[in-house]
């Protein structure tokens, strides 16, 4: 992609606004937070006192708004303490320059490393450089900063306690999460019924698992309904698979097929029912319809083989999924050893270690996380002298507009420029027009204020430019209260946050963190990933007695931890002004689909693994014996751009293919195997123009 395009692509993304569902309730709950500190501090007769715990008050209510199985309150309480240490030691080191731009630097620094951890700890680090630049401008004395400090911490615990007090669908992002899991497999199951190798994304499962996973303390609180189905969610789907599959399930056509086909529709809607239960905490309500089609006809067409125990197994799994949503919603239990053992997540102090372990993991030179935070760190301080030593005043909002644009990867750094320049010259013209018509009252400013607080936070997901435009007219009202002239308000933040803007932009450029030249990396991650989920269930058929369901489930796992890793690294490159001579995009987009067919492939196998009694199989522990060097040659060979090459594993198929007296459901699913992998290294072999680069001369190499 050229920077012409690039640019083009990531302003449309911006200035994009988008239709999402609003949460009223949450929104007044939070913007009532903002103006208890504001309305008490203009109580006490302080101004300047009203604005830092504002600003206290609104960090603390914006992250509750985020994506996190983490308890609101706790949320809350943890970026109003951050901010309260950020913005004293700010106030500590603002009479003294250097000091001040070297505890920036650092604070910066800081913040950009904690998206190591995770995406709302970024964004939580983000907001506490932000509001410091905004506070520390605040006259005050040392006792004073103490002051502001206690308030601002103060506006945490206010929010803290509306939560508990007046709680809006508890375990709603729990619920929805389940939820959205289970509609995805229906709608899986739909397809199915169409098309019997339709792909799946397992991205609504394994948000599904992060939501199930509580703090002992949560473990204790959690509704019934939130504990088995995300379980019988994982089962549902490989039976799903296996019943459509052509191959080892329901033949293509006839009345197998048409019996398939009903069973699938019929499980599609006993899904959507259970996840309608569980998203509004109801009974679930099942069609007759569909319950008759899952009962075991007397007459009519059947199901053999490995369609029949699928559809065997299908059934069940169903009528346990029912069972256990439909338990009293109030009802609790305790949880089980493997619960705790898989599931329980740190609480914050045990959180400490984890946290430092994943800085440590990402405090290398290539990483790109560790790259944003030395951006942060360097754009915030040299933002910081540029706008002191302009005559405009006010410098630190050159340095807060570009911590508050830059992100980590190319694509939302330069969407949220845009959108934040954009947003910010609605915003103040807004608020500067009414300013200057009806020069408001103290009182007024803050009612103002508070007004945007509650349309930022209704309007939170609508768009990068909807919100920019809130906060910006919030911020002008907020200084007003404390005196600030309108007129410079809007000169001020017009030019210095384009300035701010600029930088940022200007630092992805010329230190970038590409994606791009990663992609052979990662797809190389995924096949190894897939290939020990492979090897792990093909272990199991060649030694049955040894069951280890814990070894096939960590793998499963990890290849969908790799190929989300893929996904996201495919999406950031796909926005990058930077082209990869040795992965084009119709070579990528072909390697995804294979290795994403030879996890459903491995899938449908582990959904018919055999009894701890049932015989070893020869067969399959000589093709797992050789699938392990064969993925370890070809792991290398797809990152130094060299063929691959399967001939070795070809030829242990062929020989347990002739020395086999049935088509078993492990000798079939390894011919599908092998197929997916030779596709893969089919659309390696391309080039970046899409060709076989066999046919571009001697010196290339074709496909296997």
Not at 695 to 704: M, N, Q
């Amino acid at each position: 992609m050229t920077w012409s395009r690039a640019l083009k692509e990531t302003a449309r993304s911006g200035l994009s606004i988008e239709r999402a569902k609003l949460t009223p309730l949450i929104a007044i709950r939070g913007s009532v937070g903002v103006a208890i500190v504001i309305g008490l501090c203009l109580w006490l007769g302080d101004p300047s006192l009203a604005v830092s715990s504002a600003f206290g008050a609104f960090a603390s209510g914006l992250v509750t708004f985020q994506r996190s199985m983490r308890p609101r309150p706790v949320l809350a309480l943890a970026v109003a303490g951050a901010l309260a240490v950020a913005t004293f030691l700010g106030y500590l080191a603002a009479p003294h320059l250097l000091a001040f731009v070297l505890l920036l630097a650092g604070s910066a620094l800081l913040a950009g490393m904690a998206w190591a951890i995770g995406p709302v700890s970024g964004l939580a680090g983000t907001q506490t450089i932000a509001i410091m630049l905004v506070t520390v401008t605040l006259p005050t004395s040392v006792l004073g900063a103490l002051e502001h400090a206690a308030l601002i911490a103060f506006g945490g615990i206010v929010q803290a306690a509306l939560i508990v007090v007046f709680p809006v669908r508890p375990w709603g992002v729990q619920r929805d999460a389940l939820a959205d899991a289970l509609a995805a497999e229906a709608d899986y199951a739909r397809r199915l019924r169409h098309d019997p190798v339709a792909p799946f994304d397992p991205a609504p499962l394994m948000d599904a698992r992060l939501a199930s996973t509580v703090t002992p303390r949560q473990a204790r609180r959690r509704p019934v309904q939130l504990h088995g189905p995300r379980g019988l969610a994982e089962q549902v789907r490989p039976v799903l698979a296996s019943l459509a599959d052509p191959v080892v399930g329901a033949p293509l056509e006839g009345p197998e097929r048409d019996r398939a086909r009903d069973l699938l529709a019929a499980a599609a809607t006993v899904l959507d029912a259970v996840a309608h239960a569980v998203r509004h905490a109801s009974p679930v309500r099942l069609p007759p319809e569909a319950m008759a089609t899952l009962e075991v006809p007397a007459s009519g067409p059947m199901l053999k083989g490995t369609a029949r125990r699928s559809a065997y197994r299908l059934i069940s799994l169903l009528a346990d999924a029912v069972e256990l949503t439909d338990e009293p919603v109030q009802a609790t239990r305790p949880t089980t050893e493997a619960e705790r053992a898989h599931l329980l997540r740190p609480s914050v102090p045990r959180l400490v270690p984890v946290a430092l372990r994943a800085l440590h993991r990402e405090a290398r030179w290539s990483s790109h996380i560790f790259r944003h935070a030395l951006r942060v760190s360097a754009v915030c301080a040299a933002g910081y002298l540029l706008g002191t030593a302009l005559p405009f005043g006010h410098g630190y909002w050159v340095p807060l507009t570009s911590v508050m644009v830059m992100r980590p990867d190319f694509g939302q750094t330069y969407s949220r420029g845009v959108a934040r320049f954009s947003g910010t010259l609605v915003g103040v013209a807004v608020a500067g027009a009414l300013m200057a018509l009806t020069h408001p009252s103290m009182y007024v400013s803050a009612a103002l204020a508070v007004v945007c607080v509650l349309l930022m936070y209704l309007l939170m997901r609508t768009g990068v430019s909807v919100t920019s435009a809130c906060v910006t007219a919030y911020v002008v009202f907020l200084l007003g209260i404390a005196g600030e002239g309108w007129a410079q308000t809007v000169q001020e933040r017009i030019v210095l946050t384009l300035l701010g803007g600029l930088l940022a932009m200007l630092s992805y450029a010329l230190f970038p963190a590409w994606e791009t030249p990663k992609l052979r990396d990662r797809l190389a991650e995924w096949l190894v990933a897939n290939g020990r989920y492979a090897l792990a269930v093909y272990g199991r058929y060649a030694r049955p007695a040894e069951r280890r369901p814990r070894q096939v489930r960590e793998a499963l796992l990890d290849a969908r931890a790799a190929r989300a890793a893929w996904e996201e690294s495919e999406a950031r490159a796909g926005k990058e002004p930077v082209r990869h001579r040795g992965l084009s995009r119709a070579s990528a987009t072909a390697a995804s689909s294979a290795l994403a067919t030879m996890g459903r492939v491995t899938m449908i196998l582990e959904a018919h693994l055999p009894d701890k009694d049932a015989e070893p199989s020869p067969g399959a522990a000589a093709f797992a014996a050789e699938l392990r060097p064969s993925l370890e040659r070809a792991a290398h060979a797809v990152r130094e751009r060299r063929a691959l090459d399967w001939s070795a594993l070809r030829a242990v198929w062929e020989q347990w293919d002739s020395e086999s007296e049935s088509q078993g459901v492990a000798l079939r699913a390894a011919d599908l195997l092998l197929d997916a992998l030779d596709d893969l290294a089919e659309a390696l072999s391309r080039g970046p123009g899409g060709r076989d680069r066999a046919t571009r001369g001697a010196g290339d190499s074709g496909s296997p």
